[in-house]
């Protein structure tokens, strides 16, 4: 029973989550290293690896297992999340791997995802196995302030593969004390990605109301599948999100460490200076020069999604400085018109 509850809590962590706070570094660049004690009583550690403000599930499993052996359930930990300079874009990238855990857990997806997991084993005491997501508490995610239409990423799996990986997208709102789901969507990833492409998670949604977190998890080994094979390995690199707009999706930079997405790039006709969904608007001030230093445009900005109609701008290269007046920092950048 003890057994079943904690991979049934594993496993359901992969694909929900509650109430959240604004986290960063949507392009996995930047990273931590660190070490998890995985014995009370021997205290030996386990290196591992995380992105900034993302969340490896071995982390969780080797937190686990010190306290899990009191219970009688035996874990083997083992690092799963990898920084890997095979990436899309920048320098680094996040590399997944399906790893056996030992008896008790089997083989398991590596999994990354924008919400904490927390699982207490003194409440599986007892615990009825069919109310298994009551033992599991999430913190995390990305604050959004309309109906968000597709997530993007940004995958590649390897040849050797055996298994399909998994995008799973959750939507929440707050209701009293808690968060219910209004809105989801999966993605199933065939061996067939096995160079970077970028994917759109759709979301289907169970309500009319307007989220407030959106929480994004990547598996590398589908766990609707029949089994998980050691050593499936699935990279993801540059996460980002679309709003519903009328007709056209508005994309927002997914944990982006930059409080502005400008796209597209090059352009033509029309370009969006997007703020990030947890910004305000009127704290920042956008000013566009050309090539030789003239200024070309100075607005305080009054909404999220800004359009710029460029057609008639002379072709080349233009720069931009997005500065905060409340807290005195600034983003400088480059956008080219063809």
């Keep these: 029973m003890k057994k079943t509850l904690l991979c049934s809590a594993l496993l359901a962590s992969f694909g929900f989550a509650a109430q959240a706070q604004t986290i960063t570094n949507a392009g996995l660049e930047t990273w931590r290293d660190y070490k998890v004690a995985k014995d009370l009583i021997n205290p030996d550690s386990v290196a591992l690896q995380a ?29 799963q999340v990898f920084k890997s300079e095979k990436a899309h874009t920048g320098t680094y990238a996040a590399q997944l791997k399906s790893a056996d855990l030992g008896d008790t857990l089997g083989v398991l997806p590596g999994v990354l995802l924008n919400s904490a997991v927390e699982i207490s084993l003194d409440d599986m005491q007892g615990a009825d196995p069919s109310n298994v997501l009551d033992l599991v508490k999430f913190t995390g995610g990305t604050p959004v302030n309309a109906k968000v239409d597709t997530v993007k990423a940004w995958i ?18 707050k209701v009293g004390d808690s968060s219910v789901v209004v809105g ?94 947890n910004a305000k608007a009127e704290d920042f001030e956008l000013v566009i020069f050309d090539i030789a ?46």
């Design 156 to 173: 590649l799996l390897e040849d050797s593969n055996e298994d399909d990986a998994l995008i799973n997208v959750s939507l929440l709102k």
């Design 51 to 79: 992105p900034e403000a993302w969340v490896g599930i071995d982390s969780l499993i080797t937190g686990l297992t010190g306290m899990a052996k009191y219970v009688g359930i035996i874990i083997k930990p083992v690092q």
């Design 184 to 277: 989801g969507g999966t993605f199933v990833i065939k061996p067939e990605y096995n160079e970077y492409t970028e994917v759109a998670v759709p979301i289907t949604y169970t309500s009319e109301d307007v989220p407030e977190r959106l929480v994004v998890s990547f598996v590398s080994s589908n766990i609707q599948g029949d089994t998980a094979h050691v050593g499936n390995t699935l990279y993801v690199d540059d996460v980002s999100f679309t709003y519903q707009g009328d007709g056209t999706s508005i994309e927002q930079p997914l944990l982006s460490e930059n409080p502005m997405l400008v796209y597209p790039n090059p352009a033509r006709e029309q370009m969006y200076f997007n703020l990030n969904a």
């Design 293 to 338: 230093g003239k200024e070309i445009s100075r607005e305080v900005l009054q909404q999220q999604v800004n359009i710029k109609n460029v057609a008639d701008w002379t072709r080349g290269n233009y720069f931009y400085t997005l500065s905060n007046s409340r807290t005195g920092t600034a983003q400088q950048g480059k956008f080219v018109l063809k």
